[in-house]
């Protein structure tokens, strides 16, 4: 059985850091991808960050990039997102994605962020 278990969310003032990581567990997978999503406003998740196993390709949406740095560890199955210069719009719930290939997709319950002053 396959779990993915995020963790590092919190509160932070604006302008501040937060690091979020998420571990893989379970089933020995072959992980072709990993990522970060948040809950757009219409329901949808939307891609954060995400990364690619094979090649370390990168991918950010235009909110994130240059903020945000996505990395992994290989050997831990994990993946890890730095977080800078939050802002309040960056408020929302965190889930981390694995890609194990042939349309199968593993979740994380998901990490709060909230950014307040």
């Known amino acids: 059985q396959v779990q993915v278990v995020e963790s590092g969310g919190g509160s932070v003032q604006p302008g501040g850091s937060l690091t979020l990581a998420c571990a893989v567990s379970?089933?020995?997978?072959?992980?072709?991808?990993m990522g970060w999503y948040r809950q757009a406003p219409d329901g949808q998740r939307e891609l954060v960050a995400g990364?690619?196993?094979?090649?370390?390709?990168?991918k950010y949406s235009d909110s994130a990039e240059g903020r945000f740095t996505i990395s992994r560890d290989d050997a831990k199955n994990a993946i890890f997102l730095q977080m800078n210069s939050l802002s309040p719009e960056d408020t929302d719930v965190y889930y981390c994605?694995?890609?194990?290939?042939?349309?199968?997709?593993?979740w994380g319950q998901g990490t709060q962020v909230t950014v307040s002053s």
């Open positions: 379970g089933s020995r997978l072959s992980i072709a991808a």
């Open positions: 990364i690619r196993m094979i090649d370390l390709w990168r």
């Open positions: 994605m694995v890609d194990a290939g042939i349309d199968t997709t593993y």
